[in-house]
């Protein structure tokens, strides 16, 4: 999540703007009737509020006429029709204005929707590889954060932009016509605001970034210690760590206090500039009027223009630093987008059905990264029933086997073969769904425990949960719970372990039917006397599947029809038990330094 | 609001004077186009120009003044916003870390630290604009309520009738507004949730082929929020053009009275000209009002988030020795029938497949002196850490009693308790310091001290094997360490203060069966005083325990020696035989 700190110093400038611009455009497209409805309607709400004081001014006039000819003399009728026209400009405006607001508002949030969706469509098929090369928080401030500044902008910006030069070319060419000696009064001013604007930003932007680092600290020392909440408490160490937030906190309110110090002047001087402008107007305009150039009832009109023009004139460069942000941020959203996808399902792909399990690899090579082969002509052969299993360090690249086995990755040559097939001949669904999967990074989702072990299968009944749940050995636990089967967690919640999360993930998997399983042996989580029952569940859930585990336990080892032995990511052995132990290599002295 | 109130409290002074100087400042902005008025109305048609440039003058001096205040009301303004922010931070956070395990929980920890970040930059945000916004906005209705009145009262009742309208439509979008978009902070979230998820359980997603269902469910989330976020933009875009409306609609008709009036020799025609300009003004007030009024609300929220925290109800009491229990014997730890489940329980039997909830630790009991060693042993989630939780009191026990050195641990002064022991959690935190640091933690060791419990750790090995040993410094939670190696640093943690309890829960699940053995070597040795709570999986770690406790589903099944569960406990007995000798790795 974006902290509070990124707002101040996102002045950031997009690498290629016109590229950008040009997919937000396409975005746009869906609505451009719309759009282009809000354009017309945008404009006549500022024709409306332009030509408002023009009548009231014609109203105004024929008051004033009247009123040196003595009462009674003033035509009300005249002056009814202009209060009307007065009325239906104003109505015209605010109406057209709301509408614009409204119907922008729905554009600007309905591509946000669309941005999140596909972002969220691109996540789901990016490759698995992509999550470990990239935090969690930042993938999610694409959608929570840069999608929300494109859509404010999008809001905002754009008829703010499109209706301002209505306004300012509009006020400009009523200003001509009323007195282009008076537009003389105020032509300094304009530059010098935008001048003055330019440079506090460019003095201000260090310190909106000093303020954003700072910020971006406090909130990371607050979230490690409330992280590590019970183990200051342990230590009686709630004080000092008082006092350390206490310096972290200063240091955040005093750069708050330095960046947001000096940006509020920036307001106040812009103001005072086009006061000035206003003093000149005032002044040359009363030295015109002396010298009967203009009348006074255009001096007034002209104050009111020159009001109308100079506000978006002052506010531009602000509105020019917004687009630019959104357009960094929409550039960040297309960057995401454009990341290449997972392999695809080819031209003619079968759905796979009632498989037996066969599984063959020939001559598979693979490397991650090009160039980098780290699986090299790997064979083997699981026939149905079989169980392989995977052994070697932590680290070893155990993992890349079940990737490629998942498709998560195709291998670079060589093919491996389901029931005969090119596994790449079924389509990704069918393949998948043929394998039960146990991992050692265990996963739940924000919802009941019933959900999440119904997660694998549609439909299941309570009666499948919790026969499940038994098996897996987490009935009891359940039980304990607050709301037992309806118990809500979470992927942070406090109340479930990681051993807990791991009997769920293993009920999860006794529900549904597969012809392979992959397994990772996970010990650490699982304490023995749980895991002995587990592992009576596990045998069950084996039986009958061509399993791929990643072996912890001897008994596994021994048992299993074949040994991959994994080591620096390439499989070095293979064989049984047996006949790796008589070839005294790898596999040989990992089981001596282990048990001897 | 009550919490931004009373924290603006402290500084009333500094908050009146900047009020005072905005004041100032916004009177003086008000008289700029009065100025400007004058020149045209009033100086224009005498003709005269030294007079036409005093006036011009007077007008540049007043800009420059306005200016100058507004900077200084707004540097004020400020300064008061660092101020409070700063107490409101620092007294969330020490309540944060002084909340007990219970309300923990209650609130997560995630919304604790949305808390601590977005929410109390929305207070400081606040505290900053109430200053000014607020000044400004009911100064510009007032003002030219009352310039208008002054003006021409008959007229002005035009305006005095619209502005009760106007003011009520603020307030009723905003009544109606805030509510709204609560709705759209939960739904945003729910999104968020639901794609951080789908980012950690990608594989989980991926095997079991629902990438199709997650982004059925993501659309859901991310519809129901776009559809709320909709009607709370579609409500909030009311009032400007509304308001716009009304006023310009009470202008035509000013100006068609007043035209009227005027015909009747009753009013000077500069009059209306006036009240364009003061319609104009109360236009503005208007808009600052609702913008406040948006502020606020959503201010209000956050500061409510926050204000939650911290009237958060001192949960457990340190309780005066005549309301404590006393030991029925003796012992220097001491389980008396301790019963205990986390949170409130629902009562409806369905939830539990129509059985009855458990409880998460019942009837348990068991005493520990000096010297002693205790083992606790069972399935995952059979209450072991529970036990620990309710020695260092994170929870108090529903039944029962806990004692330490003879004493009620509610008895006990919070910190003084805790200070007895040396605790190394099964998901203990590694800072982001220096592993120095991290063993000393805040309590500034002796390095003879240091070092051996760095030692007796079994973590030497890998310290001295860095290029700067204690210096080193370790990542966020530790992630440049290993998991055996981030063990060893938290067990020299509890090592370091040479505790008079010593708890190490499954402190070696990451540690090969060498290591682990060294380290309860090491600490039979080095540690004779302490009493020692060891909780483990593996029955090789707590057989030569002084006592072993065997927990399952919360009850206790057997308590005694190695040899005396071998013959007496059936569990205990399966789990050794299978642990012999079945791990590889």
């Known amino acids: ?596 | 609001m009550s919490l931004i109130g009373r924290a603006m409290g402290r500084y009333k002074g500094a908050v009146a004077l900047c009020v005072f100087i905005k004041l100032l400042a916004t009177f003086s902005e008000l008289l700029l186009p009065y100025i400007l008025e004058h020149i045209i109305d009033g100086v224009a048609p005498m003709g005269s120009l030294p007079l036409a440039l005093f006036w011009g003058a007077v007008m540049f001096a007043a800009a420059l003044v306005c200016r100058q205040l507004n900077v200084w009301a707004n540097r004020r303004g400020v300064q008061n916003a660092h101020n409070v922010s700063y107490d409101v931070r620092q007294a969330l956070f020490q309540k944060t870390v002084n909340l007990s395990g219970e309300q923990f929980d209650a609130f997560g920890l995630p919304s604790l630290i949305s808390r601590m970040t977005s929410d109390s930059y929305n207070v400081q945000s606040a505290v900053q604009q109430l200053q000014t916004l607020c000044v400004r906005a009911p100064m510009l209705l007032v003002g030219g309520t009352v310039m208008a009145l002054i003006m021409d009262p008959s007229l002005a009742m035009i305006l005095v009738a619209l502005l009760p309208v106007l003011i009520l439509v603020v307030l009723a979008v905003y009544l109606r507004g805030l509510p709204m978009y609560r709705q759209v902070q939960g739904r945003l979230d729910e999104v968020v949730r639901i794609m951080r998820e789908n980012i950690t359980g990608i594989r989980v997603v991926k095997a079991l082929s629902k990438t199709e269902h997650e982004k059925r469910r993501f659309a859901q989330a991310n519809d129901a929020m776009t559809d709320s976020d909709i009607a709370a933009g579609t409500v909030m875009a009311v009032p400007s053009p509304l308001m716009q409306l009304c006023l310009n609609g009470g202008l035509a008709l000013v100006v068609f009275t007043g035209a009227g009036r005027v015909n009747a020799g009753a009013l000077e025609p500069g009059v209306i000209l006036a009240f364009l300009t003061y319609f104009n003004m109360i236009n503005m007030g208007l808009m600052g009002l609702s913008r406040i009024f948006m502020t606020m609300s959503r201010a209000a929220a956050s500061a409510g988030r926050i204000g939650q925290v911290l009237q958060a109800e001192e949960s457990q009491r340190v309780l005066p020795p005549q309301e404590a229990k006393s030991p029925a014997g003796p012992g220097f730890l001491r389980f008396e029938h301790v019963d205990f489940s986390y949170g409130e329980g629902s009562a409806d039997a369905a939830d539990f497949a129509g059985e009855a909830r458990e409880k998460a630790l019942s009837d348990v009991s068991f005493t520990l002196d000096r010297g002693e060693s205790l083992g606790i042993i069972g399935p995952t989630g059979c209450g072991k850490s529970t036990i620990i939780n309710l020695l260092l009191r994170f929870y108090d026990a529903d039944g029962g009693g806990v004692f330490v050195d003879g004493r009620d641990v509610r008895a006990y002064e919070k910190d003084e308790l805790r200070r007895k022991f040396g605790v190394c959690f099964q998901s203990g935190m590694v800072f982001q310091d220096t592993l120095r640091a991290n063993v000393d933690f805040g309590r500034e060791l002796e390095e003879a001290a240091l070092r051996s419990a760095v030692e007796d750790a079994q973590a030497a090995e890998y310290i001295d094997a860095l290029e700067d040993g204690l210096d080193h410094r370790a990542d966020i939670k530790g992630a440049n360490l290993s998991g055996g190696q981030k063990q060893r640093l938290l067990v020299a943690r509890a090592l370091a203060g040479k505790p008079e309890v010593l708890i190490l829960d499954d402190s070696s699940s990451a540690l090969d069966y060498r290591t682990d053995a060294s380290l309860r070597r090491a600490i039979t040795r080095n540690y004779r005083e302490a009493a020692l709570i060891l909780v483990a999986q593996r029955v090789s770690s707590v057989m030569g325990m002084t006592r072993i406790l065997v927990l399952d589903n919360g009850k206790c099944v057997g308590c005694g020696t190695h040899e005396e569960l071998l013959e007496t406990c059936a569990p205990y007995r399966e789990t050794y035989q299978l642990q012999m000798g079945d791990t590889f790795s």
């Not at chain 1, 687009?323 to 995401?336: C, G, M, N, P």
């Not at chain 1, 599947?545 to 390439?570: M, P, W, Y």
């Open chain 1, 1 to 596: 999540m974006p902290g509070p700190g990124d707002r101040g110093g996102k002045k950031e400038r997009p690498r290629d703007a016109k590229g950008t611009l040009r997919r937000i455009v396409q975005y746009l497209t869906a609505y451009r009737w719309q759009v282009a409805l809000f354009l017309v309607c945008a404009c006549l709400s500022n024709v409306g509020n332009l030509l408002g004081p023009r009548f009231a001014g014609k109203a105004i006039g024929l008051a004033e006429k009247g009123y040196q000819l003595g009462p009674g003399h003033v035509d009300m009728d005249a002056v009814a029709r202009y209060a009307l026209l007065m009325l239906a400009c104003y109505g015209v405006g605010s109406v057209m204005n709301f509408l614009v607001n409204i119907g922008m508002m729905r554009v600007g949030r309905r591509v946000a929707r669309k941005l999140r969706q596909d972002v969220f469509d691109k996540l789901m098929a990016l490759p698995v590889g992509f999550f470990d090369r990239h935090q969690a928080g930042d993938i999610i401030s694409r959608v929570s954060y840069d999608v929300d500044v494109v859509c404010t902008s999008l809001s905002t910006d754009v008829i703010h932009i499109l209706t301002s030069t209505v306004t300012v070319a509009g006020s400009f060419v009523m200003m001509c016509v009323i007195s282009p000696p008076l537009v003389l009064c105020m032509a300094a001013t304009i530059p010098a605001s935008i001048l003055f604007t330019r440079h506090m930003g460019k003095r201000t932007r260090p310190l909106y970034a000093k303020r954003s680092a700072a910020y971006g600290e406090m909130n990371g020392f607050a979230e490690e210690m409330f992280t590590g909440q019970r183990t200051i408490l342990a230590y009686a160490q709630e004080g000092r760590v008082c006092g350390d937030f206490s310096r972290v906190n200063r240091a955040a309110a005093e750069a708050y206090r330095e960046a947001d110090g000096l940006g509020m002047t920036t307001g106040p001087t812009v103001g005072m500039i086009s006061n000035f402008g206003l003093a000149a107007i005032g002044t040359g305009g009363a030295v015109l009027y002396m010298l009967g150039v203009v009348g006074l009832e255009q001096i007034s009109s002209f104050v009111l223009y020159s009001r109308k023009f100079s506000g978006p004139i002052n506010e531009i460069s602000n509105i020019i630093n917004e687009i630019f942000s959104a357009l960094a941020a929409s550039e960040r959203v297309f960057r995401l987008l454009d990341q290449p996808e997972e392999v695809k399902d080819v031209y003619g792909a079968v759905e796979r059905r009632d498989g037996s399990g066969h599984v063959k690899a020939e001559g598979v090579s693979f490397g991650y990264v090009p160039g980098r082969t780290v699986l090299h002509h790997l064979d083997f052969e699981a026939k149905p029933g079989q169980t392989i299993a995977i052994v070697g360090p932590t680290g070893a690249g155990k993992t890349t086997i079940i990737n490629l086995l998942m498709r998560f990755y195709d291998p670079d040559q060589g093919c491996i073969y389901v029931d005969g097939t090119e596994n790449r001949a079924y389509t990704m669904d069918s393949l998948r769904r043929g394998y039960a999967m146990v991992l050692q990074d265990t996963w739940v989702f924000r919802g009941t425990i019933f959900d999440n072990i119904a997660y694998g299968k549609e439909g299941a009944t309570m009666d499948e949960v919790v026969r499940a749940a038994k098996a897996a050995r987490i009935h009891g636990y359940i039980m304990r719970l607050p709301q037992g089967y309806h118990t809500v967690i979470g992927e942070d919640g406090g109340s479930i372990s990681k051993g807990q999360k791991q009997l769920l993930t293993i009920a999860r998997a006794m529900l549904y039917d597969t012809d392979m399983l992959i397994l990772d042996e996970a010990t650490s989580n699982v304490d023995t006397a749980t895991e002995r029952q587990v592992q009576k569940a596990i045998r069950s859930l084996m039986a009958g599947k061509t399993c791929f585990v990643i072996a912890h336990r001897l008994s596994t080892i021994q048992n299993a029809d074949h040994i991959l032995v994994v080591e620096h990511g390439d499989v070095v052995e293979q064989g049984t038990h047996r006949s790796l132990m008589e070839q005294k290599g790898a596999y040989y002295q990992m089981y001596a330094s282990q048990f001897g």
